[in-house]
């Protein structure tokens, strides 16, 4: 359960909201609806911790894991598109980086042994079906096989936002944050994701 207390944010003199409270119950699907510029990013930013609130408070379980849709489309430009899936499991892409760099070099006993504790990680994230997953999340979204190998940069803008969408929805979270998700999205997509 997440819970909002008292929450008050402003822009100068601009006030965006103000003394909000309510609670988000685990297993329902919430939106926030309402005018352009009326806080609902902001909001989400908050509770993403990326942004701090001027006055009130934010609960979040400690183990719940939250998922966020980034908003900046160009973020991966040179980057491999189901590379760009996995990174939604920041662990697991973290430790096959790693490996993948200690394969290229010199090995030495202890290169084997940070190699063995890499693979109890990726073992444990279960990155050994990682790639089939991602894709299987791609080809929902409407990016077909062959474009996975291609990078970020090769997609149309629309294309890149389902990437992110991707990516988010890998991670596993327990919580997503999903601002303006259907953006340039087709019906079958939209149905997908719902």
Excluded: C
């Excluded at 997953?133 to 990016?143: H, T």
Aim: glycine share 10%; net charge negative.
């Amino acid at each position: 359960m997440i819970t909002l207390d008292k929450l008050t944010k402003r822009y100068g003199p601009k006030i965006l909201f103000e003394h909000v409270s309510m609670r988000f119950d685990p297993g329902k699907r919430y939106a926030l609806v309402g005018a352009n510029g009326a806080g609902k990013s902001t909001l989400m930013k908050m509770m993403a911790g990326e942004e701090e609130s001027d006055q009130g408070s934010i609960e979040i379980p400690e183990r719940l894991r939250l998922g966020v849709l980034k908003q900046d489309h160009f973020a991966y430009e040179s980057s491999r598109i189901l590379d760009v899936v996995l990174m939604g499991n920041p662990a697991l892409w973290a430790a096959m980086s790693e490996r993948d760099k200690l394969y290229e070099g010199e090995m030495t006993d202890d290169v084997g042994m940070r190699l063995g504790e890499l693979e109890g990680v990726i073992g444990e994230e279960d990155g050994y079906t990682a790639e089939p997953r991602a894709a299987a999340i791609l080809e929902g979204l409407g990016i077909e096989t062959s474009r996975h190998e291609n990078t970020v940069s090769t997609l149309a803008g629309g294309y890149k936002l389902r990437v992110l969408i991707a990516q988010t929805l890998f991670g596993g979270a327990d919580v997503l944050l999903l601002d303006e998700p259907t953006n340039h999205l087709d019906l079958d997509s939209i149905r997908w994701l719902e």
